[in-house]
């Protein structure tokens, strides 16, 4: 009988890249890895105490066909979209953001004593949904629910269930599970996850092991993609080990990817293109209302 856990497939130490109107931050995987990780597009870590290195932020710029999730970690984030939400989110607050159809925002750092920090993933859209009405989940860490196990780790469930404990981000179209694990120093944690489903983990402080101890020590910052199975077991190093834990449902489906905007033809990338050269990209926006 072969194991059901599953083992590391490959390792993604994440490439300093600069991205906005100049901020420097870490790709873990992006467009050359589809089909890899599909459902999921694109993992960018951002982390720096230098202001110099995010200030400029995230200028007013589109998005079509995906759903982005920005997990903040440390330091602020202004944010305004086509939609008409605006507001800051701070450390252990979710956006869950639904482009569908199309959506203009913005994501601006705030200066801040010490670290800015994050995580922001992209999670592809099934091709009936991409023009979809776009939707905005703004959610605060309290909302999270979190479990403690007896030894000691930590598990808060954005997406997705940890035994009794279920995220508040429901009713994705690729069913993800997205959880922010902690393990004590020298402790273990596994967790059933779909076969058939993909699944990778980020590992966001400290260093541990997956699958086993022959796969070799995961250090923070780096990303690792599991191979096919049906659970995956972690044991924390010395330092403690705190990752981020996702799978999703693989959408099989053709994937034509231009900047921001995610579709399955190129057709409907030029389409994109045409409307926003035209200004016709928004098909939903919140009515103004006039007082
Ligand atoms: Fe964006």
Redo the contacts with the bound molecule.
């Keep these: 009988m072969t194991d059901p856990t599953r083992s590391i497939q490959r390792r993604f130490p994440g490439i300093p890249t600069l991205e906005g109107a100049g901020v420097r931050l870490k790709r873990s995987f992006s467009n050359p890895e589809v089909p890899l990780f599909d459902p999921f597009l694109l993992l960018d870590r951002f982390g720096s105490n230098n202001p110099a290195d995010y200030l400029a932020g ?1 200028p007013w ?1 589109p ?1 079509r066909g995906i759903e ?1 999730v920005t997990y903040m970690l440390d330091g602020r984030v202004a944010h305004g979209d086509t939609l008409g939400n605006e507001g800051v989110i701070g450390p252990g607050d979710v956006q869950w953001m639904n482009s569908g159809s199309g959506i203009i ?1 913005q ?1 601006m750092p705030q200066r801040t004593e010490g670290m800015l920090a994050g995580l922001q993933l992209w999670v592809n859209l099934p091709g009936r949904e991409k023009m979809s009405t776009p939707a905005y989940r703004g959610l605060s860490a309290p909302e999270f629910p979190s479990v403690t196990l007896d030894n000691g780790a930590r598990v808060l469930a954005v997406a997705g269930k940890y035994g009794n404990v279920e995220g508040p981000v429901r009713g994705i179209p690729v069913d993800p599970t997205y959880l922010d694990v902690q393990v004590p120093a020298g402790e273990t944690f596994e967790h059933p996850t779909p076969s058939g489903y993909t699944a990778f983990a980020h590992a966001i402080a400290g260093a541990g092991t997956f699958g086993g101890n022959d796969s070799g020590v995961v250090p923070s910052g780096e990303t690792v993609l599991f191979s096919a199975g049906d659970r995956i077991a972690a044991r924390a190093g010395a330092g403690g080990f705190r990752f981020l834990l996702v799978t999703g449902r693989p959408l099989h489906e053709p994937v034509a990817w231009y900047g ?1 905007i995610v579709m399955n033809t190129r057709a409907e990338l030029q389409t994109a293109m045409q409307e926003l050269d035209r200004g016709e990209f928004i098909h939903h926006r919140r009515p103004i209302v006039e007082e």
């Design positions: 995230f710029h998005h982005t925002h994501e921001p």
